[in-house]
């Protein structure tokens, strides 16, 4: 059974920094697409980050470009989420997303809260 798990959100102050990760199990991780997707309440889920399964190129919303990395370790299936000078506007429940390369499978995480106040 396919599964994501995020983990690493918590309450942190303007100006800090945190690292999300999100461990896969029950398929084969190098043939997924790893994305991160955000959602504050009262809004629509929003994505913030991606991955290529093999190569690793990445790709930014506009919003966190500069301050946010996104990364990933075929090996460990893990992907991860380093987040710079976080701003109060970067709350929200994180969520993982793996997204198959050929079809059209997706899978979701449960999601991690983060806060940014202080």
């Known amino acids: 059974q396919a599964q994501l798990v995020e983990s690493g959100g918590g309450l942190v102050q303007p100006g800090g920094s945190l690292r999300l990760s999100c461990t896969a199990s029950?398929?084969?991780?190098?043939?997924?697409?790893m994305m991160w997707y955000r959602q504050s309440p009262g809004n629509e889920r929003e994505f913030v980050a991606s991955v290529t399964s093999i190569r690793g190129v990445p790709n930014y919303a506009s919003s966190v470009k500069g301050r946010f990395t996104i990364s990933r370790d075929n090996d460990k299936s893990t992907v991860f989420l380093f987040m710079n000078n976080l701003k109060p506007e970067d709350s929200a429940v994180y969520y993982c997303?793996?997204?198959?390369?050929?079809?059209?499978?997706?899978?979701w995480g449960k999601g991690t809260r983060v806060t940014v106040s202080s």
């Open positions: 029950g398929f084969t991780f190098s043939n997924y697409i």
């Open positions: 997303l793996a997204r198959a390369v050929v079809g059209d499978m997706d899978y």
